[in-house]
């Protein structure tokens, strides 16, 4: 079965640091990916996505992921976070094949930015 | 606009008992979804619908029910309430396979 992985659970960074978060997934054919985050308390907001071409994608808020096909993953990626930026991100993914575009997606990691 | 919006945010239930979650979009999305979120295990889909009257099981379907008269409404139905069904639950909907919305989600304890 299709599946995702979130490699870090929990993430704890000063402000400023910079940030990766690890994805991958499972299935070999044609993707789309996501990243979502949601925000204490709140519902998920899309921060950026990735149909086709350039697999260098940039989202809202500074951030970034780069598609390596290669490598089956989709790290998300931010230069210097901020204390805003605590909140939980998802990766997910969507078999373009698959079944009416249902998402699969990872467990999350949480980010916690330290002031 | 509105976007997606899910009624009620908080509900405790005893076991046994049934109720309906609510979910509207006023964005003419076609497709719709209701996922539960359990701390540590991401979401998992419930149910989902390509379009008034149909719809079609997700991973986790047991213990719900859904129906989708209109484009726009999407109720999920807990029968028979058990503690395994106490989540957060999230509705959200697309244009196609698009990216997807999500509305505020409704935290269900089933006690």
């Known amino acids: 079965a299709q599946s995702v992985s979130q490699h870090n659970h929990h993430v704890i960074l000063s402000e400023a640091a910079s940030l990766e978060l690890g994805c991958n997934y499972s299935?070999?054919?044609?993707?789309?990916l996501f990243w979502y985050v949601q925000y204490p308390g709140q519902h998920l907001q899309l921060l950026l996505k990735y149909f086709s071409g350039d697999p260098l994608v940039k989202g809202i808020k500074g951030f970034e992921a780069e598609f390596i096909k290669s490598k089956f993953s989709f790290n998300l990626r931010k230069p210097s976070v901020q204390w805003s930026d605590t909140a939980e991100y998802f990766c997910a993914v969507r078999n373009y094949g698959g079944s009416q575009g249902n998402l699969i997606f990872g467990k999350g990691t949480k980010l916690s930015v330290k002031p | 606009n509105a976007g997606v919006t899910q009624t009620p945010k908080f509900r405790i239930l005893k076991i046994g008992q049934s109720m309906t979650l609510q979910c509207a979009q006023d964005m003419n999305h076609n497709y719709m979804y209701w996922y539960r979120q359990d701390p540590g295990m991401g979401l998992k889909l419930i149910y989902y619908?390509?379009?008034?009257?149909?719809?079609d099981k997700g991973e986790v379907p047991n213990g719900y029910n859904v129906s989708r008269s209109t484009t726009e409404d999407f109720p999920l139905r807990l029968e028979l309430a058990a503690p395994s069904q106490t989540s957060v639950y999230f509705c959200a909907s697309s244009y196609a396979r698009d990216e997807q919305y999500f509305g505020p989600g409704t935290r269900l304890t089933v006690t």
């Open positions: 299935y070999g054919g044609t993707v789309n």
């Open positions: 619908s390509v379009g008034a009257g149909i719809t």
